[in-house]
């Protein structure tokens, strides 16, 4: 089993920056792709970002491109988000998660692994 932990979350004025941490435990980390989720309420959860096991590829939502960058530290078992640029619609519960392969995916049906949210909040 390979559990993940998201810190970073919290309140930020919109401009602003935030920057999000997943832990993961278990030794196959660096073999899987990672992926960024989010959820705000009334909406599905939608797809962020994701990144390779190798961190070669990193695909974007449209909506995240060209102020988001994800990154992994594999010898650290930890995956990034940083956010730049926020908007008051990114507020959202953000979800780490792992597919057991290397490469990423876009729908969340195709992970395996899920934290447990860490809540953003941007402010108008």
């Known amino acids: 089993q390979v559990q993940l932990v998201e810190s970073g979350g919290g309140l930020v004025q919109a401009g602003g920056s935030l920057g999000l941490s997943c832990a993961a435990s278990?030794?196959?980390?660096?073999?899987?792709?990672m992926g960024w989720f989010r959820q705000a309420p009334g909406r599905e959860r939608e797809f962020v970002a994701a990144i390779s096991g190798s961190a070669g590829t990193t695909p974007y939502a449209d909506s995240a491109k060209g102020r988001f960058t994800i990154s992994r530290d594999n010898a650290k078992n930890t995956m990034y988000l940083q956010m730049n640029s926020l908007k008051p619609e990114d507020t959202a519960v953000y979800y780490c998660a792992a597919r057991s392969s290397s490469w990423p995916a876009y729908g969340p049906k195709e992970y395996d692994y899920w934290g447990q949210g860490t809540q953003v909040t941007v402010s108008s």
């Open positions: 278990g030794r196959t980390f660096n073999y899987y792709a």
